[in-house]
Nanobody, 118 residues
Framework: QVQLVESGGGLVQPGGSLRLSCAASISLFAVYTMGWYRQAPGKQRELVASVASLTSGGTTNYADSVKGRFTVSRDNAKKMVYLQMNNLKPEDTAVYYC?????????WGQGTQVTVSS
């Protein structure tokens, strides 16, 4: 059974940093595209950042709103994916979800709350 478990969320002041982690219990983790999504109250879930599979070169992709502030990375040996978030803004407040996907599969974690407030 595939499990994705996020951690690292919390309350942070504007301008602060957080590092989210996602632990994946997936066979052949390296072939999955891993992504971070977020959903704010009353809004649709949106892509924040993704990192492609090893076979696709591990390329990264970011939402325009987080470019230059967030960094996504993966450790295929540990089956982990990370989201380093710097210079956080109140509009970054949301539940952040980890996703793993291939053309034939799609798994989501339960989410971790990130609140940016003074």
């Amino acid at each position: 059974q595939v499990q994705l478990v996020e951690s690292g969320g919390g309350l942070v002041q504007p301008g602060g940093s957080l590092r989210l982690s996602c632990a994946a219990s997936i066979s052949l983790f390296a072939v999955y595209t891993m992504g971070w999504y977020r959903q704010a109250p009353g809004k649709q879930r949106e892509l924040v950042a993704s990192v492609a599979s090893l076979t696709s070169g591990g390329t990264t992709n970011y939402a325009d709103s987080v470019k230059g502030r967030f960094t996504v990375s993966r450790d295929n040996a540990k089956k982990m994916v990370y989201l380093q978030m710097n210079n956080l803004k109140p509009e970054d407040t949301a539940v952040y979800y980890c996703r793993s996907s291939t053309p034939a599969t799609d798994y989501w974690g339960q989410g971790t709350q990130v609140t940016v407030s003074s």
